[in-house]
């Protein structure tokens, strides 16, 4: 990795400022480590060259007229289930292989004015349905840290891009870990911020209850910076959140001492030994930091966290995956009469994971079976929303793994949907109840990255961002650098 493409946002920015650097060079460096990498990291779906070149100019020319902000300039990537006006927009799927956006979603757009310069588009598991990016109908992305391993899902491409210094920062989205769990695999900082935070236009739809677009950063300082940029209300999602948004920078003050910081003991049943190890000595240095934890709390809802996910996820998936139906959009099979066509199109177009999600849902949601599992799964969501809340009456944050295990290898969890989904089992809580995580790089186990995780209640962004600073100047896993050449 050469000296500009291991760097962070905020010292590209000063370097930048300075006028050590321009975003061209920048830019350029980027697609240099692009090219080098990519047959090895695979973590784009396309490069977009042109559009980088052009912005890069065009940053430039703002910074010499002394117009310069935190990302202006600063190369980076957006998960390819993000619009961007011209660019395809694929999903990682067959059915939109060749689809071509006609709007900007409002986080690209917020980004574009930012002076932001897009490299190009990240790697995915179908639809954003995965923990490994296995599930890509292109292929599947290597972890920059050991390339026979995955590097976590669904944003794995972008997990991977940022650890390979293949962009300054990335966009995922989070509908059960989608952005903490690949964070924690390429040993990353990932936030899914609180839902309602970030604006999902422009998002492709998967879940539409559970899904934040979230940084993929660096460092924390980095996720701070990136989420300003992001944050904030938009009129083109009625779930959007109208409130002020906070200055994040300045939430991050090295003190943490006195806060409260709670361990769901739930969170570490069935987790790997040495991952347990790993978050020991990271709870221990918290401690060090002057927090106050506590080691016994329960959650007791928790266990039944992933049931319901795989109940509500698949029957929103399944009414928002309708409009695949050949006549609108993307991908369309030929075939003798519109009937054939659709039932074709969507048996093609669709890789298997995502039929199965369709069939989950479809079935959840039947006649005869709609209050048995739809209507049930959501009561216990108001269950484990309620335990969050008393929880959050005692403590700022509740600390967990991001992931009971480390990065896997590439088949280890493919024949068995169950053993991949529990990949997710400490994040999805997080999305179930609605509220705000980030998981920050904690340690390694034989050069396998660990990541640990923090959670914290509705716009608690701030404090989520005060401790994992202080924790990351402390300790400097973020600072170490994939070995990829
Ligand atoms: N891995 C989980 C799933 O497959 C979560 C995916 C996500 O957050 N998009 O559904």
Excluded at 142 to 157: C, E, F, H, Q
Excluded at 316 to 331: I, P, Q, T
Aim: aromatic residues 8%.
């Amino acid at each position: 990795m050469n000296d500009l493409t291991s760097l962070t946002i905020h010292e590209a920015h000063d370097l930048l400022k300075q006028k050590k650097v321009s975003s061209l060079e920048l830019t350029k460096a980027h697609l240099e480590r692009i090219a080098a990498v990519e047959p090895k990291v695979k973590a784009y779906v396309s490069v977009t060259e042109e559009i980088a070149l052009a912005q890069a100019h065009e940053a430039d020319a703002r910074i010499s007229r002394g117009e310069i902000g935190p990302l202006t300039g600063i190369p980076m990537q957006l998960k390819d289930n993000l619009a961007v006006n011209g660019t395809r927009t694929t999903c990682s799927s067959k059915m939109l292989e060749n689809f071509v956006s006609p709007y900007d979603s409002t986080v690209a757009k917020r980004l574009k004015t930012a002076g932001a310069v897009l490299l190009g588009k990240g790697n995915m598991d179908e639809f954003a349905m995965g923990s490994s990016t296995e599930n890509s109908a292109f292929f599947p992305t290597k972890n920059p840290w050991a390339l026979d391993r995955v590097p976590g899902g669904s944003s794995g491409g972008p997990a991977a891009a940022v650890a390979a210094g293949e962009c300054l920062f990335s966009l995922g989205s989070d509908t059960g870990g989608s952005i903490r769990q690949p964070a924690s695999f390429c040993s990353i900082t990932g936030l899914k911020p609180t839902y309602g935070l970030v604006s999902r236009f422009g998002l492709v739809a998967f879940a539409s209850s559970l899904d934040q677009i979230g940084p993929m950063t660096k460092d924390v300082r980095d996720s701070a910076t990136v989420l300003q940029a992001i944050a904030g209300y938009d009129s083109m999602d009625s779930t959007s959140a109208n409130r002020p948004v906070p200055d994040y920078s300045a939430s991050l003050k090295d003190n943490i001492t006195g806060m409260k910081i709670g361990v769901p003991k739930e969170y570490f049943d069935g987790v790997d030994a040495d991952v347990g190890e790993v978050l020991k000595r990271a709870m221990g240095q918290l401690a060090q930091l002057g927090a106050i934890i506590d080691y016994n709390v329960s959650l007791p809802s928790t266990p039944y966290a992933l049931a319901v996910y795989y109940i509500l996820a698949p029957s929103e998936a399944s009414a928002n995956l309708a409009r695949y139906d050949g006549v609108k959009y993307g991908f369309s099979a030929n075939a003798p009469t519109m009937w054939h066509s659709m039932e074709q199109t969507r048996q093609q177009g669709f890789g298997p994971e995502v039929k199965r999600r369709i069939m989950l849902g479809t079935y959840a949601l039947s006649s005869g079976y709609y209050d048995a599992y739809y209507l049930k799964a959501q009561k216990v969501r108001t269950l484990i929303r309620r335990e969050f809340d008393e929880a959050f009456k005692k403590y700022d944050a509740l600390v967990t793994p991001t992931s009971p295990t480390p990065p896997f290898k590439f088949g280890d969890k493919v024949a068995d949907p169950v053993k991949m989904y529990l990949s997710d089992v400490d994040t999805i809580p997080v999305n179930i109840a609605g509220i705000a995580g980030i998981s920050v790089p904690a340690g390694f186990i034989e050069g396998l990255p660990v990541g640990m995780q923090l959670i914290g209640p509705s716009f608690s962004e701030e404090t989520l961002f005060r401790i994992a600073h202080a924790y990351q100047q402390a300790t400097g896993w973020h600072k170490l650098r994939a070995p990829v050449q």
